[in-house]
């Protein structure tokens, strides 16, 4: 895919070290320094291709799926009710598209040095995460439902840990041998760390993220078992002493369980899709496509469109635990005293799912774009799972590289959780992150 007519070191390299590699610290900080770090990386790129004649096959599958997703994307936005504002969105999302690019060009210069680079990023990211979270629980007693830590207002130190911890586990054991006697306490650390941030975080997507991955490793990185089932079983025997006392488990559990099974419009109890909220936006999406199937209303347009007649969605929300006639309140105690609950919208920035999203605002041309990419990734997935399952990463310790980084692209992707705007510039540096150690290791074990 790339061709390097020189493999000699410039002072550009290192710059571009320096912004792709800080990119996890700085994404702690907001979207803004991942995003300016991106379009720097971009602009630099693009003169040392001119320069030093840094050559594409842009007939390369993965190129001309994302180039297709952008194409209709613009297209999308031309067509839409309000183009300055879906341009906002669409117009340079292009840019995103050299964050792969140069991690490629610059892990097949620096190969193993970059690579351990980045996973010390990544560790250090990690600890400054657990650090800060832990600290701010401390300082109210862990009486809140939610920490975040550096993040601030925004509960996204969950999100940010589950798509990053992949790519630290299995770079780790690219970097230090299965029989190096420090590797079980590493492993072990990043468990608690990682476990810990996303209980205190209580984002219960990221916890489904954690769930899968480690799934994953149980099953295929033999190493990695014993020293997660001793991690895990002990964290669970500490949190059941005070469980009671941890709001965030309420959130995680109860909390959950309520949203899910609810009382719609006054009946009885019925399952909804995540939440009310969650169910009452993906109503809203979907009466978007249904309207506008081909190429949908335009990116970053489900915030103008949703409260339009046609495609407004609403019901009244009464929590299960409320109206159940097992509940701590009896229904026929509680409607005398006016409580009917409350309407829910299905109005938002976006209808907090990736696909729903794209249906709404693409079409089933953007939406089938961004599914024939996941079921891709899929299938090299699965194809990886035999390779471990044979044990061939011991030939070639690449195969690490690829199996995190196509295991943090799916969970990133799963289509059945509540995520982040799709076209959100922070989103989007954590979802083309792990592309470019992907293309890397295809490159590195001819697997395409």
Request: aromatic share 18%; glycine share 4%; with cysteine.
């Amino acid at each position: 895919m790339l061709n390097l007519n020189s493999n000699k070191i410039i002072k550009l390299d290192y710059v571009l070290i320096f912004f792709i590699c800080s990119l996890p610290l700085v994404l702690i900080s907001g979207p803004f320094l991942p995003d300016l770090f991106v379009v720097l990386s971009g602009l630099i790129f693009i003169y040392l291709m001119f320069k030093k004649k840094i050559l594409f096959n842009f007939f390369n599958k993965y190129v001309f799926l994302l180039l297709s997703f952008y194409l209709v994307s613009i297209i999308s936005s031309f067509l839409s009710n309000n183009i300055i504002m879906s341009f906002e969105s669409s117009l340079f999302y292009f840019r995103f598209y050299f964050l792969p690019l140069v991690m490629f060009y610059l892990l097949l210069k620096f190969e193993s040095k970059l690579i351990s680079l980045i996973c010390i990023i990544l560790y250090i990211s990690l600890i400054i995460i657990f650090i800060s979270i832990l600290y701010e629980g401390f300082l109210n007693g862990f009486n809140d439902p939610q920490y975040s830590g550096l993040f601030g207002d925004e509960h996204i130190a969950g999100s940010f840990t589950s798509r990053f911890y992949p790519l630290i586990v299995c770079l780790t054991f690219f970097i230090i041998s299965e029989d190096n006697k420090y590797l079980p306490y590493i492993l072990a650390l990043v468990i608690i760390m990682s476990s810990l941030i996303l209980l205190l975080s209580g984002e219960r997507a990221s916890i489904v993220y954690f769930f899968i991955s480690n799934l994953f490793f149980l099953f295929f990185l033999p190493k990695f078992k014993n020293i997660f089932l001793i991690i895990f079983s002990a964290l669970i025997l500490i949190l059941s002493v005070n469980i009671s006392n941890i709001k965030s488990i309420d959130r995680i559990i109860n909390k959950t369980y309520d949203q899910i099974f609810t009382s719609i419009n006054g009946q009885n109890p019925s399952l909804v899709a995540f939440s009310p909220h969650h169910q009452s936006h993906y109503l809203t999406a979907y009466k978007m496509f249904k309207h506008n199937p081909i190429i949908g209303i335009g990116p970053k347009l489900f915030r103008e469109e949703c409260d339009h007649d046609k495609y407004f969605s609403r019901f009244k929300w009464v929590p299960y635990n409320l109206v159940d006639n097992n509940g701590p309140i009896p229904r026929e105690y509680i409607r005398p005293f006016g409580v009917t609950g409350r309407w829910i919208s299905g109005c938002s920035t976006h209808p907090h799912n990736s696909y729903m999203q794209l249906l709404a605002e693409t079409g089933v041309i953007g939406f089938g774009i961004f599914l024939f990419f996941f079921i891709m990734v899929f299938s090299k997935m699965i194809r990886e799972c035999k390779n471990f399952y044979q044990k061939i990463y011991k030939k070639n310790k690449h195969h690490y590289i690829l199996f995190s980084s196509l295991l943090s692209i799916f969970i990133s992707l799963f289509p059945l959780i509540p995520t982040g705007s799709i076209f959100n510039n922070w989103v989007n540096v954590v979802y083309y992150f792990p592309i470019g150690l992907l293309i890397y290791s295809l490159n590195k074990t001819k697997l395409r």
